[in-house]
């Protein structure tokens, strides 16, 4: 009895220790991206978006505390991906502006959208990845 006991601490104390890994390596592979995608946005998005993320209003919209680029997840991966024109709403505002297509790589986009949606009042645990952008199409 006292060995299965022991086992099971054992197998336990494993199962634990990999599962808090498996968090750790997130971890540290969203802060490389954001920390990558600052790079990105400061090169291709800052001259807009300003560099507090806060847009011009009724121009360019805002990043920083967006509602948009949070509950719309797919569609600001589009916007970057593929450019987007026609009205858009962020924060109750309407912004009919157009955005180009930028150029970027997939990795590229998932980098700079870790880093919008994790800066300046942002917060975002799941990870956009390339997969992910990949998987997003024009229409």
């Known amino acids: 009895m006292l060995l299965i006991l022991f086992f099971g601490l054992i197998v336990f104390s494993f199962t634990a220790k990999s599962e808090n890994y498996i968090v ?3 971890d540290l592979k969203l802060a490389e991206s954001i920390k990558n995608g600052k790079e990105i946005y400061t090169d291709m998005c800052m001259s807009c978006h300003l560099p507090n993320g806060k847009g011009k209003p009724k121009i360019y919209p805002p990043l920083a505390k967006s509602d948009y680029l949070m509950e719309k997840r797919e569609a600001s991966i589009r916007a970057i991906k593929y450019g987007v024109s026609g009205e858009i709403t962020v924060n109750g505002i309407s912004y009919k502006t157009r955005m180009s297509r930028l150029g970027l790589e997939a990795d590229e986009i998932a ?29």
Do not use: C, L, P
Request: proline content about 0%; aromatic content about 10%; hydrophobic content about 40%.
């Open 24 to 26: 750790v390596q997130q």
């Open 111 to 139: 980098d700079v959208m870790n880093y919008i949606t994790n800066a300046w009042g942002n917060k975002n645990f799941n990870r956009i990845t390339i997969e992910e952008v990949e998987a997003v199409s024009k229409n």
